[in-house]
């Protein structure tokens, strides 16, 4: 397994990083689309937890078991396997309320506080540096090795029951508070409650790690019959934000025929439509794709990501210059998101528009610093100026942000001798140099 973004058909970017599972890595799923639809969804739970929707990041976490989790307090992590069984907003929903609930009852920071070991402390601390990386974007995080082991990172993402008692009451007044059916709590349970009696080996991780019992399920359907369902006049934007993450992840993982024959399931033409764009340039045919995304976005102009789709599409068919042009247009129309400007610059960079794509790069730095694909594009593009110190430091914050340090403490010390002593960009280089000098100094 090589540990580096990959740009997978149709715009989904996967990520790798070892996370509590030694024998196999876990993929995180990033694409600015599925992120804002996600995060759409999950911004009335958030408000309603007290947590803040442009900090908590929604991630997807590429696994097909039914599973959902935390490890700090800035993003949940949900499998693409429990979304694409949910059946409607409500139930993602419900999964976010519960999740938020642990963050915001303190239930990750007091673990964080009562370790003891320091060890296990300094493994786990490892993973949430991780972790915060993902959720700042990109590929850099997700190609750290976290030093956890397996056994000790189930310790930590397995809740007690008292635990999931007050995340499911907490996690119930949430969506009260929203406005978000109670309906679709009880039918997350339902879908785990045959889960328990199964060995442990068969079980979906989310029982292993969240509890089930009949108490918590007759719990939360008194609270249901008490209270009675309240439903937002915001629940149709919900939805429709639910089928497009859902439509754009399963036509991503799943094969094209597959995709082609449920086009209407999401009951929106405009996503039906993007989802046989994927489908249709997952099996070549990129006239038929761009004819299918052209009509989504003369259906909605002004979606961004739409844009987005277009220009994955042109990109990865070596068609430059018209990738530049539609990712330039989503640039146009949500400049502050560093996904989108990384696309931007890349395709500037692929059309040879090396001035150009320069300053967007940097853009999407300054916005997401921890995209390591971005940096990659942008150490080609100061390299490609002839700005070699630049260059050298660039490739070594994403060395660094990688966890090779041995490597990159050899481009920050090549970086410090290139560029201005005392500058802002040799001070970058010489706290790289430092690190890769404190972890050469723990290994001996």
């Known amino acids: 397994m090589t540990f580096h973004p990959v740009a997978r058909l149709a715009s989904i970017m996967i990520l790798t990083f070892a996370l509590a599972l030694p024998a196999r890595a876990v993929s995180l799923l990033r694409d600015a689309d599925l992120e804002y639809a996600l995060a759409q969804v999950a911004t009335p739970v958030l408000k309603a937890a007290g947590l803040s929707a442009s900090r908590t990041k929604i991630l997807v976490v590429d696994d097909g078991t039914l599973n959902a989790f935390v490890i700090g307090n800035d993003a949940i992590y949900i499998h693409s396997g429990l979304i694409g069984r ?26 964080m506080t009562n370790m003891g070991n320091a060890r296990t402390a300094a493994g786990l601390g ?82 292993r790690s969240h509890p089930l019992s009949r108490d918590r399920l007759r719990a939360i359907e008194g609270y249901a019959a008490a209270y009675g369902d309240l439903r937002s006049a915001d629940s149709g934007k ?98 502050r998101d560093g996904l989108l400007q990384a696309g931007y610059g890349r395709a500037l960079l692929a059309s040879g528009n090396v001035n150009a794509a ?20 942008l150490s080609v593009a100061y390299a490609r100026t002839g700005n070699k110190g630049m260059a050298s430091l660039v490739t070594a914050e994403r060395y660094a942000l990688r966890g090779s340090l041995e490597d990159a403490g050899i481009h920050a010390k090549r970086a410090t001798g290139l560029l201005p002593e005392g500058s802002g960009p040799w001070q970058r280089a010489h706290d790289v140099l430092l690190a890769s000098e404190r972890a050469a100094k723990r290994k001996r």
């Open 126 to 207: 490892m993973a949430l540096a991780v972790i915060a990386a993902a959720a700042g974007g990109g590929e850099a995080a997700g190609a750290i090795a976290v030093g956890t082991q397996s056994a000790a990172m189930r310790a930590f993402l397995t809740h007690t029951r008292a635990e999931e008692s007050s995340a499911d009451q907490s996690g119930a007044r949430y969506l009260r508070s929203a406005g978000i059916p109670l309906s679709g709590m009880l039918d997350v349970f339902r879908l785990f409650r045959g889960q328990e009696v199964l060995s442990a080996a068969r079980q979906d991780p989310y029982v």
């Open 358 to 377: 320069l300053p967007a790069l940097e853009r999407a730095r300054s916005i997401d610093f921890r995209d390591g694909s971005m940096l990659r594009d």
């Open 238 to 335: 919900w939805e429709y934000w639910f089928a497009r993450a859902k439509g754009k992840l399963t036509a991503y993982q799943r094969r094209p025929s597959w995709t082609l024959n449920r086009l209407g399931e999401s009951g929106y033409a405009d996503v039906a439509l993007m989802r046989e764009a994927m489908a249709r340039h997952q099996n070549s045919q990129t006239r038929r794709a761009l004819a299918a995304i052209d009509k989504a976005i003369a259906m909605r102009p002004s979606d961004p990501f739409y844009y987005d789709l277009k220009g994955q599409i042109l990109m990865e068919t070596r068609q430059f210059a018209a990738a530049a042009n539609a990712h330039g247009r989503a640039v146009q129309l949500r400049p």
């Open 86 to 111: 949910m059946e409607n907003a409500a139930m993602l929903q419900a999964v976010i309320a519960h999740e938020a609930a642990h963050i915001a009852n303190g239930h990750i920071t007091r673990r």
